[in-house]
T-cell receptor
């Protein structure tokens, strides 16, 4: 069945470090891929998305590229800030509108 | 503009009691509707989703059920709650898949404690 797998962390980085959070998926057809973020005490919000193979989603310095050959959508940021501390969720949306999430990765950025 | 309402915000129920959580969306028509559960420290588990009235897909076989009595209303129910039903329940909606704007909009959630 459809599924999303991501590194669960927690991940702790120093400010200005490079961030990678791995995400792989299993789905039939051609799903859309998303990263959502949940800041402390807040609800989930969309961070970025990609709707087809080789698309790159980007927002707030974060990037992820839709890799169909490796069924991956890894999240990267070149220089993290303390304000990036949050839980990050990888998600996919199937062609029949089912939306499933990975387990989430907790990120803490320390000054 | 579109808004989503979910209530109650918190609920404490004894084991074996019934459950009814309600979610409504305003400002749009024929939305896709979703129920998720987020256990403490874990990700979002899809429970039910609906692409139209009388079109509800169940993802997790358990003692929960969902209904969509109106186009923009989605109800999560149980006849008899279990301890394991405790968690944070989120309702969400999206426009039907168009390839342009597919993100989910989330309600504020219901914290359910079954004692």
């Amino acid at each position: 069945g459809d599924s999303v797998t991501q590194m669960e962390g927690p991940v702790t980085l120093s400010e200005e470090a490079f961030l990678t959070i791995n995400c792989t998926y299993t789905a039939t057809g051609y799903p859309s891929l998303f990263w959502y973020v949940q800041y402390p005490g807040e609800g989930l919000q969309l961070l970025l998305k990609a709707t087809k193979a080789d698309d790159k989603g980007s927002n707030k310095g974060f990037e992820a590229t839709y890799r169909k050959e490796t069924t991956s959508f890894h999240l990267e940021k070149g220089s993290v800030q303390v304000s990036d501390s949050a839980v990050y969720f990888c998600a996919l949306r199937t062609s029949y509108d089912k939306v499933i999430f990975g387990p989430g990765t907790s990120l803490s950025v320390i000054p | 503009s579109q808004t989503i309402h979910q209530w109650p915000a918190t609920l404490v129920q004894p084991v074996g009691s019934p459950l009814s959580l309600e979610c409504t969306v305003e400002g749009t028509s024929n939305p896709n509707l979703y129920w998720y559960r987020q256990a403490a420290g874990r990700g979002l588990q899809l429970l039910f989703y609906s692409i139209g009235i009388d079109q509800i897909s169940s993802e997790v076989p358990q003692n929960l059920s969902a209904s969509r009595p109106q186009d923009r209303q989605f109800i999560l129910s149980s006849k008899k709650l279990l301890l394991s039903d405790s968690g944070f329940y989120l309702c969400a909606w999206s426009v039907p898949s168009t390839g342009t704007n597919e993100k989910l909009f989330f309600g504020s959630g219901t914290q359910l404690s079954v004692l």
